[in-house]
Each structure stands twice: as structure tokens, then as C-alpha cells.
């Protein structure tokens, strides 16, 4: 089991005020992500390249349909975990994307973090997941 979660993807987004926030999280968490495939948004997936120095597939920016194409991965079963990093105090476009994306988290019990400490919280998770067995 643990070889089939390992190559399951970790999914990286954040909306436009958050994405230096999760850039610095994974730079700092980036020896544990590098041993999961990444799958971003577009211009996620580039910053977390050039701030991080992580390897990330990237899918469309959220608001041409891209939480919706990691969506569509999570009912796939391919998602490990997703950290979303959302920006609470500003109106999104995409809303309703967004809100599917949560929902599909939850219908497929997919762990999301949506701000820091809950990605602190699934990053000891990933942790876990990757140990070797005592």
C-alpha cells in the first residue's frame, strides 16, 4: 500500500494573494514533496518552480477550469492530498469551482488544507504516509 500511495499526486493551489505563502511552505517543505508527483494550477505550478525549485505538472489557472481538472484527478483516485491555499477575504470568480473542488475532497476523503496550519498538519501526515515500516 504504501508504494501505491507514494506515487499518488499531492495537488498544489492558491489563489493570487496566497501563492508566495504556499511557494515558501513547499520551499521549506520541499525534501517530503519531491517524493510525491506535483500537479498545480498554471501560474501556481510556475511560481512554485521558480520560488521553490519543485517539478510540478500543471494543469489550466483556476479560472479556466484547472480546480476542476484536479478535480476531475481526485475522483480518480490519483490525489493524495490537495493544499489550497484560499484567500478568505477576497471574492473569487471561480467560486463555484472552488467550492465543487472542496466538495470533492470531501466525497472522496481527500485530506485539503486550506491555510498554513492545516497544511503543517497534512505535511506531518505526508510524513507518515512515506516512513518505512518498523
Known sequence: MLAAMSRRLVALIAHDKKKLDLALFVREHAALLRR?????????????????????ERV???????????????????VLAVLFFRDP???????????????????????????????EAIASWLEEQVAPAP
Open 36 to 56: 510525491f508527483p506535483l500537479i498545480a494550477t498554471a501560474t501556481t505550478g510556475e511560481l512554485l518552480r521558480e520560488k521553490a525549485g519543485v517539478e510540478v
Open 89 to 119: 477575504l477576497t471574492a473569487q470568480p471561480h467560486e463555484p469551482d472552488v467550492s465543487a473542488l472542496m466538495r470533492i475532497c470531501d466525497v472522496h476523503r481527500v485530506p485539503l488544507a486550506t491555510n498554513l496550519a492545516t497544511a
Open 60 to 78: 489550466r489557472s483556476g479560472p479556466e477550469g484547472g480546480d476542476m481538472q484536479v478535480g476531475a484527478r481526485i475522483a480518480t483516485e490519483e
